[in-house]
């Protein structure tokens, strides 16, 4: 298990897992599609995190990725 702001670009990796239990980050990864069981790719890491979750893309600061539990 490793943590979304530390994998490899363009690799798919499946989140398994949150380190925060700030309610209000929660809420956010869950509308933005990031629950456990979900294949994501991290596609860049400057200036911010892009993501890439099936046909969508977001960006996530660095906070935001270190709290990501990938596998």
């Known amino acids: 298990m490793n943590v979304l702001s530390t994998i490899e670009i363009g690799q798919p990796k ?25 294949e994501i790719i991290l596609e860049q890491r400057f200036p911010s995190y892009i993501i890439k979750l099936g046909h ?10 270190e709290s990501i539990f990938v596998q």
């Open 14 to 38: 499946t989140i398994v897992g949150y380190h925060t239990q700030d309610a209000t980050l929660l809420r956010k990864l869950v509308t933005l599609g990031m629950m456990p069981g979900i």
């Open 56 to 65: 969508t893309r977001t960006s996530i600061d660095r906070e935001t990725a």
